[in-house]
């Protein structure tokens, strides 16, 4: 009967620690996935000059809720906001050349630990779009 009790404490620390792991990279898996969508359809979108900030803000809800539209749905990952989501428009003689969505400032609290994600994952993607 130790044995066992010894053994159980043992065992009840390794799946612990599998949880901690299967949910972190869950999570991180989810936000690459909202990430790499967010810049390919950030490569096809119409860029505003005059409203570059309607393009990031388009996008960080794009990321955050998986649509267009801020509270549309629920974020995709707990406790992830449109202020954790970074857009950066590299331009050339004004004109939009590279889309990068990254994340920055996101804690994941996985029971026993948290991990934090800044500048990851991370998504560059030539623009192809309209300039308006």
Do not use: C, H
Not at 66 to 91: E, M
Not at 100 to 128: D, E, L
Request: net charge positive.
């Amino acid at each position: 009967m130790i044995e066992f009790a010894l053994s159980w404490a043992l065992l009840w620390a390794v799946f612990a620690g599998l949880f901690q792991f299967g949910y972190a990279f869950r999570v991180y898996n989810r936000l690459k996935t909202n990430v790499g969508n967010a810049a390919q359809f950030a490569a096809k979108m119409d860029y505003d000059t005059a409203n570059p900030t309607l393009f990031a803000d388009n996008l960080k809800n794009l990321v955050v809720y998986g649509d267009l539209t801020q509270g549309a749905n629920s974020a995709v990952v707990p406790n992830l906001t449109p202020s954790n989501v970074t857009v950066a428009v590299t331009l050339v003689n004004n004109m939009p050349r590279y889309v990068t969505v990254s994340i920055t400032g996101y804690s994941v609290n996985a029971i026993f630990t948290n991990f934090n994600f800044t500048g990851k994952p991370r998504a560059t993607i030539a623009y192809i779009g309209n300039i308006l």
